[in-house]
């Protein structure tokens, strides 16, 4: 049970994130598409920062003397480049979809289309392969927080609470947990969270009373990208072994899902993203989960193929919109480009 959680967690909290990061564009009034896009460059600018400051002398000596406060400290560093390079790359979105006007559904998917390429092209530039790596080590053992850290000896038994959201898990997890909540509780409970989903819904109406309906857009898509850089070096790090290769297996499409499912609603979509974390937990660890414990790995035994494990995440992603678009409500001015002269 204690794996079991551990693992959905892991694929949760990306999904949580980024999904949140879908509803700031669209309570804004921008359609982010490319969300995809985003989490596959702040993936590549999360891990080309851990690569670079693992070179240098200070951090070496850090390392060397087993310092974890260090590499936690590099951990929130890194995800602060990530999501300061996609609330970039998502400024490209904003001035396509805000002062040109353009379609922003093509416009996301032209970033998506862009992404990958562009790292995959860096990548090739920077380590003459496909695949971007940390300089040495690797994620479990250099930034997992162990019950090593807080005094304990390997064979101290923590209790059920301990073992599970304490030893062996990632400070980001906890991190992206608490930004979920701050900033769900900015977007709902604040005046610029009002003013921005007041935009989404009525920007004329908006604008009649003096807010700034661009400056609202532009701020929404801003952060919106952030979220998305930094879910994307969350996803890099906690399951790809930190490696940036240009893929980030379809999570941001899947976000977009959660969004949806969730009803553009923080609360929803944390439960959404839980429940896809679940099967996409179960689509990857199927055979190492012990169900009654008693050692038999009863999802290995069976029969089924493997390819049906890989394929349920995204199987019930398309049957869960199929029963729940219909009764979604989105902002009812997302994508449509704002008109001053239109009342």
Not at 155 to 174: E, I, K, P, W
Not at 179 to 201: A, D, H, K, N, P
């Amino acid at each position: 049970m204690t794996f079991l959680i551990q693992q959905t967690l892991l694929y949760a909290v990306p999904l949580m994130i980024v999904a949140l990061a879908g509803v700031f564009a669209e309570r804004s009034g921008i359609i982010n598409l490319a969300l995809e896009g985003i989490m596959i460059f702040g993936a590549f600018a999360g891990v080309l920062f851990v690569n670079i400051v693992q070179q240098t002398d200070v951090f070496m000596a850090a390392s060397e003397s087993g310092n974890w406060l260090a590499l936690q400290g590099l951990e929130l560093l890194a995800m602060l480049a990530a999501a300061v390079m996609g609330a970039i790359f998502s400024l490209l979105l904003s001035f396509a979809s805000i002062n040109l006007k353009a379609d922003q559904t093509i416009g996301g998917t032209a970033l998506n289309l862009m992404a990958p390429a562009l790292v995959l092209f860096l990548v090739r530039l920077i380590a003459n392969q496909n695949t971007l790596r940390m300089a040495e080590g690797d994620s479990a053992s250099w930034f997992m927080i162990r019950k090593t850290n807080f005094g304990y000896d390997r064979t101290a038994d923590l209790g059920f609470f301990g073992n599970t959201f304490v030893d062996r898990v990632y400070l980001a997890t906890y991190i992206c947990i608490i930004l979920f909540i701050v900033l769900s509780i900015i977007l709902y409970r604040t005046r610029f969270g009002l003013r921005l989903r007041s935009c989404g819904e009525n920007p004329q109406a908006s604008d009649s009373l003096g807010i700034n309906v661009y400056k609202m857009r532009y701020a929404g898509t801003t952060i919106s990208g952030a979220l998305a850089g930094m879910g994307g070096f969350v996803y890099s790090l906690t399951t790809a072994n930190c490696t940036a290769n240009g893929d980030v297996a379809g999570f941001g499409f899947l976000a977009l899902a959660v969004m949806i499912f969730g009803n553009w609603k923080p609360l929803n979509i944390a439960g959404a993203a839980l429940l896809f974390g679940l099967f996409k937990c179960i689509s990857a660890s199927y055979p190492s989960i012990d169900i009654n414990g008693d050692g038999v790995y009863l999802l290995n035994e069976i029969g089924l193929s493997a390819h049906f494990y890989r394929l349920l995440p995204y199987l019930i992603t398309i049957l869960v919109l199929a029963f729940t678009s219909k009764s979604s409500r989105a902002p009812k001015a997302e994508g449509v480009p704002y008109d001053k002269a239109k009342r």
